[in-house]
DNA sequence: AATGAATGAGTATTCATTCAT
DNA sequence: AATGAATGAATACTCATTCAT
């Protein structure tokens, strides 16, 4: 059992701020006194931590970026066969995208404004690895159309932010039977 | 032929200026008196066109959407088949996101962002009425798939966006033959 | 007649507080905040007139010491015998140290702080022209030893500094007689 | 032989480090921080030496005067003739100077700004007690000039500071027959 | 209609000092 | 004696907005 140490108590509750406030008001209109007053720390404190406001919101993407992946190939087996791991893939990344739903918003913002540094932008890039394998595969086996990995993102994993926002923003909801759908109508497009 | 007013061309400038800058720094990192001075306006004069910087972004985000949605539904016969329809629509819709550059990137920061009031969005959602109307009689004329908007939306004009910003940021290259093959992914995805 | 705007007024309050604030404080210890309070002005207002505290200290230095220099060679005549000229000088440079114990006081801690611009404190160093070409003179005469110019300024103008500092800590007094001795002093040490 | 205790090691490399600190960038830009950095302790660490940063600095000033103090009277003899003990002291007080960079800098830096106690500084001024006597003795025997000691300083001692301070700016260079020069320009000055 | 000057309210960041260990 | 973590109080600088002209 991992001891957790005080310290990652306090960078925890700086890092949970920043994402809520960031998605509430936007990068600019958080000032620094708001995170810490959230994380119930001085001002002073959070520069123990980061080293200023961009380095703290870099760190805070790379995180979110890499827990997203984490869970997004969770229990994913590469090697079962493609429709197979496409599914598993598709819905863990939806229902990470509906449970963490404030996770999801900051990368939301993150992916869309000028907010975050290219290198980390770049640095968050590098963990779909597995899918694009997946789609390499799917191809070669002619499963899957031969279309650039980008088309294949963009049609079936890029729509799932769309729904996600729209049922955050209360304009829809997403039960089971719609993310069924959702899931038949993006391995549709895809698939041979 | 209408005499373009002195105080439209300042009009028009401020909103260009806004446009361009929001989109290299983002709202809050854009000062009134950037925007004033790249649209060689005194920033005082900002004032007398628009209230305050709120309504001035507001205003932008209102009018380009019109100005989209026009661009969307341009040479569209309502009465043509669903199908056909359809292709005009989408490719209109790519070709204006492909062309007009500055202003999607504009429109996709608002869509992503706490920047933009929640009554404006809503005012800037009315304009695809059409594609609405296109996609119900699609559905029960047993061509498209019995899909809420949302999802058709989500599967077939959203993508675009992200096809879009990534060619801006240089991460590929969208030809005609991508386009082309961008426009079949999203018909099979929605097409029974 | 010459009619001094109100800007001008407003950055010579500016100057006047730097000068007195930094003399009683010290760069670092005076806020801008204070300087604006002093000048009647918003803080904002100083960034008006001045780039950056460092700017406005370095402008401040930079006027002083011209207007130091002014007054070192106020009705010399370059022409007249070298002991006249030196006694001129000298005068001039004790009187004006004297009267305007605040320029003196700002100017004595810019030369022995990193509080100044090396660049700046070079440009300062170009008005004493004339009295180091009054000392070439002389040394070519056979009046003045043949020293170099630091040493005669060492000997003859640097102790100023020493005596006004004295009295301005109320530690001695400079009436009319020390005066005259002082200047004896002076000239007896380079004479030959 | 004494045995320097641990305690006297770290207090030695703390004044040590607000030495050349506080003289590349002045006393309120040099943070405690740093100067516990410098001197490898921690910041709490100063505070069981000093009282506060003002204390710290005022006992610098303090120890770095009574040891300038203690260099000018080496080897001085108070019994010998006056030319030759204050030749004696003069070189003295030159050679620290141009030895001890670090601390004539600093002791510079105290001299002309408010950055000491006046406390302290009267402190510092009691040293000089056997150069006074001197110049005392001096003018009751016929050969030196009448003129208060202030004068005396200002027109001997003080202009050393002008030339160490020229040189370590590389401005001039002083060897040694430069120093010699100084010195018969000092005696020139008050001799009778 | 148009503006340049002015500013009050804010914001990121720093730092002397303290305190629990 | 020694420290690293923590912080409240400051401070330089910015910016949306106003106002006299």
New binding site residues.
């Given amino acids: 059992m991992k001891a957790i140490s005080?310290?990652q108590i306090?960078r925890d509750a700086l890092v949970k701020a920043t994402i809520s406030l960031v998605n509430n008001n936007g990068f600019?209109?958080?000032?620094?006194?708001?995170?810490?007053k959230m994380a119930?720390?001085?001002?002073?404190?959070?520069?123990?931590?980061?080293?200023?406001?961009?380095?703290?919101v870099n760190q805070v993407y790379i995180e979110v970026k890499a827990e997203f992946s984490t869970y997004a190939f969770k229990d994913y087996d590469s090697e079962v066969d493609v429709e197979t791991g496409f599914e598993k893939i598709w819905k863990n990344i939806a229902n990470y995208k509906l449970k963490q739903v404030d996770q999801s918003l900051f990368l939301s913002q993150c992916d869309n404004t000028p907010m975050i540094d290219e290198e980390s932008r770049q640095e968050g890039l590098k963990h779909l690895q597995p899918l694009l394998e997946l789609w390499e595969r799917g191809k070669n086996e002619g499963v899957i159309k031969p279309l650039s990995p980008y088309l294949l993102y963009a049609f079936t994993i890029y729509p799932i932010s769309f729904l996600v926002n729209m049922e955050n923003r209360n304009l829809c909801s997403i039960g089971k039977g719609e993310l069924e759908k959702a899931y038949s109508t993006a391995w549709n497009s895809i698939k041979i």
Same sequence: chains 1, 2, 3, 4.
């Fill in positions: 005080k310290s306090k600019h209109a958080t000032p620094m006194s708001k995170i810490a119930n720390v001085s001002p002073a404190t959070i520069y123990l931590y980061f080293e200023n406001k961009q380095d703290l």
